[in-house]
T-cell receptor, first 113, second 113 residues
Framework: DGGITQSPKYLFRKEGQNVTLSCEQNLNHDAMYWYRQDPGQGLRLIYYSQIVNDFQKGDIAEGYSVSREKKESFPLTVTSAQKNPTAFYLC????????????FGSGTQLSVL | QKEVEQNSGPLSVPEGAIASLNCTYSDRVSQSFFWYRQYSGKSPELIMSIYSNGDKEDGRFTAQLNKASQYVSLLIRDSQPSDSATYLCAVNLPSGSARQLTFGSGTQLTVLP
């Protein structure tokens, strides 16, 4: 079955540590997105990529980095510069058409030790 | 003013009643509007999309769009306890040179048995 796989489901970060969240899709979608969700809040866009080897900052990119070396993969690194990383992280994808719905992964809950 | 604003919750309705969820948005030329349902700790799932003024019905759900008033709503008829979740409104808004899906902060709905 086609879909989006995020891993791990839960992740813990120590002070000063970089951590990477994985996102893989087999939907043959061109566009991929990373969102952050804080408790009781909506989704905020971190980064998005519309084609391989290209990506753009969203509304809250500071302290995060991404890469898009393959169409299927869009990993997100939470760097030590992100001082408040505790949140629920969601990866999503679409074919890239403007009015399309988003397909979501199951999410990664990141917490600080 | 937030770009996508939802009526403040939490909202409680008795089982069998109609739940009404409201959303306003800032951009007059937005053309695509979505309602997502999110259970606690899970990723959002699309329940309705609407692109034209008027009503769109799907089972117990009705989405209503009024572009002149920049207003979109979701009605849930015959509410069930399983409808208890957070409902997110999402609107396609300008972001730099592109348009991106922008989410409201969500309305938490509780359906009381």
């Amino acid at each position: 079955d086609g879909g989006i796989t995020q891993s791990p489901k839960y992740l813990f970060r120590k002070e000063g540590q970089n951590v990477t969240l994985s996102c893989e899709q087999n939907l043959n979608h061109d566009a991929m997105y990373w969102y952050r969700q804080d408790p009781g809040q909506g989704l905020r866009l971190i980064y998005y990529s519309q084609i391989v080897n290209d990506f753009q900052k969203g509304d809250i990119a500071e302290g995060y980095s991404v890469s898009r070396e393959k169409k299927e993969s869009f990993p997100l690194t939470v760097t030590s510069a992100q001082k408040n990383p505790t949140a629920f992280y969601l990866c999503a994808s679409t074919r890239g058409q403007i009015n399309e719905k988003l397909f979501f992964g199951s999410g990664t809950q990141l917490s600080v030790l | 003013q937030k770009e996508v604003e939802q009526n403040s919750g939490p909202l409680s309705v008795p089982e069998g009643a109609i739940a009404s969820l409201n959303c306003t948005y800032s951009d007059r030329v937005s053309q695509s509007f979505f309602w997502y349902r999110q259970y606690s700790g899970k990723s959002p799932e699309l329940i309705m999309s609407i692109y034209s003024n008027g009503d769109k019905e799907d089972g117990r759900f009705t989405a209503q769009l009024n572009k002149a008033s920049q207003y979109v709503s979701l009605l849930i008829r015959d509410s069930q306890p399983s409808d208890s979740a957070t409902y997110l409104c999402a609107v396609n808004l300008p972001s730099g040179s592109a348009r991106q899906l922008t989410f409201g902060s969500g309305t938490q709905l509780t359906v009381l048995p």
